[in-house]
């Protein structure tokens, strides 16, 4: 079910103003700020006849927790997505799916930014846990930049249920792990693909190994094992997007 949300951010509004200014119910803006992007977003809102409330700025800071920019929406939350969801959203793929699959991710702030970078590389779909994951919150909201508002949002009570299911549907399940022997790059990840990112510091649970295809990695020159959670899907995901191009 819909609930209401506060998103914040001069980006994270302005793009839900831009792409569903239907579940926008008011903005509150920062009194006396005046610039180019807030009269940009102010014009957008008055278009859409979205009425403002004009605070102080320690009304912003008590509102949210994070930085503002000086306006906060508050908005219909974007529906959650469950199996039977996703199940239909497969359906009615005209390509290969390419699904994003965060395996206990707790951070918002990666989770965020993994939406942001799932969307710009064109996934069809994130998947998360519904226990011991991040959610879709404020802080998610505005590190995503508009794509938690675009991107659909699957959150499973099984994933091992959901991997065999998936894998019954002809999705290959890849796995990243640093103890891997094959590197992304010397993989064919053209066809239907599901990629698990694991949990910061953790990786991958031992069961949601057992379910995977293949297991990759990144080579690593450096002195450092590992990359952030959200560097690392996006390395991974434009890779996999390098090898879904047409032949030019």
């Known amino acids: 079910m819909s609930n209401t949300t506060l998103i914040f951010g001069i980006h994270a509004v302005a793009s839900l103003l831009e792409r569903q200014p239907e579940r926008v119910e008011k903005l509150y803006i920062q009194r006396g700020r005046k610039d180019a ?130 894998q019954q549907r002809g999705i290959w399940i890849y796995g990243t792990a640093g103890e891997a022997e094959q590197e992304i790059y010397d993989v064919d990840m053209s066809g239907p693909i599901a990629l698990i990112m694991g949990a910061e510091g953790k990786g991958m649970r031992r069961l949601t190994r057992e379910h995977c295809d293949y297991l990759i990695k990144l080579p690593m020159a450096g002195s450092v094992s590992s990359l952030n959670v959200s560097v690392a899907t996006g390395v991974c995901l434009f890779e996999i997007g390098r090898q879904r191009r047409p032949a030019s």
């Open 37 to 166: 992007r807030m009269e940009a977003l102010l014009a957008s809102a008055e278009q859409a006849e979205i009425a403002c409330e004009y605070l102080d700025r320690k009304d912003l800071d008590d509102m949210v927790k994070g930085q503002h920019q000086g306006v906060v929406a508050q908005s219909q939350g974007s529906q959650l997505l469950r199996e039977r969801d996703l199940e239909l959203l497969l359906d009615e793929l005209d390509h290969p799916p390419l699904l994003l699959i965060l395996d206990g991710v707790t951070d918002p702030h990666n989770l965020g930014a993994c939406l942001r970078t799932a969307d710009a590389a064109g996934v069809d779909a994130v998947i998360v846990p519904k226990d011991n994951a991040a959610g879709l919150n404020a802080t998610a909201r505005k590190v995503a930049c508009g794509a938690a508002e675009v991107m659909p949002f699957v959150q499973i009570t099984n994933l091992a249920r959901t991997l065999r299911d998936l």
